[in-house]
């Protein structure tokens, strides 16, 4: 069987084993800062798509920012690195995470706040205050279906100042399968050449398994409907995506 193929199978075989949104909140639950520490490694022009998010912000100069999906607080510090009056809040389902986000930030104490929830189900818009801008890396693909999409990005809209952007780098699925399938290669093929350590065919699964994104025209549709001023890509390869978001 030549790769296409293999990786098409690959792909029709694990939709036969998608697991549960209850499923995935537990896994990652239990999960450790390891989880992400080769991302520059694994991910598609990783060091690229960090320099087009800091580029965006940059002239908007955020002061409020709400960070979904936060983890170990690699996205956070970059921000904060960057952004020497910003306030970060960190939401992620994962405790132990967290702890890992609130040891790397320490030296940020006064400017981050750390919640532990599931950014689905939580209300997160402050009062009186609203947010410059809200990210999210790698974490928004665990929604299950177009309604748990459009119910988040109704609340991230809600959260955001008049102007206030949301940007958010993730995976996306192709528009058909095999559109799908030449997104997955390319990632495979980059992974490949990184020489990254693993299991190659573990890491597509264990993706496939537990991901559920959309494809780019839905997110911006989504979007649109959610009274976003405007909607873009700022960058797509492969399977991944980085979207913006306007209020």
């Known amino acids: 069987m030549d790769s296409f193929a293999s990786t098409k199978q690959t792909i029709i075989d694990a939709e036969k084993r998608k697991l549960s949104y209850q499923d995935v909140c537990q896994w990652w639950s239990s999960a450790s800062g390891e989880i992400g520490g080769d991302y520059p490694q694994v991910l598609l022009d990783h060091d690229f798509v ?3 998010i800091l580029l965006f912000l940059s002239d908007r100069k955020p002061k409020r920012c709400l960070d979904l999906g936060a983890g170990s607080g690699r996205m956070a510090k970059i921000l ?3 952004f020497p009056d910003l306030h970060v809040t960190l939401v992620d389902f994962s405790a132990n995470l967290l702890r890992e986000a609130q040891s790397e930030l320490q030296c940020y104490s006064k400017q981050t706040e750390c919640v532990q929830a599931d950014f689905f189900s939580a209300e997160f818009q402050p009062e009186p205050e609203r947010y410059d801008c809200v990210v999210s890396a790698l974490a928004l693909h665990h929604g299950q279906g177009a309604a748990m999409y459009r ?3 109704q609340k991230i809209e809600a959260s955001l100042v008049k102007g206030g952007v949301f940007l958010c780098w993730d995976h996306v699925k192709g528009a058909d399968m095999d559109l ?5 290669e390319m990632w495979k093929n980059h992974i490949a050449e990184a020489e990254v350590k693993g299991d190659l065919l573990e890491r597509m699964t264990a993706s496939l398994v537990q991901d559920n994104p959309l494809t780019s025209f839905e997110y911006l549709n989504l979007l649109s409907a959610c009274n976003f001023s405007a909607v873009d890509i700022l960058w797509k ?3 991944m995506i980085l979207y913006v978001a306007i209020k």
Request: net charge negative.
């Open 50 to 52: 960090l320099r087009l």
């Open 80 to 82: 904060l690195d960057h």
């Open 151 to 153: 119910d988040i990005y």
């Open 180 to 184: 799908e399938t030449i997104n997955f």
């Open 237 to 239: 390869k492969g399977n």
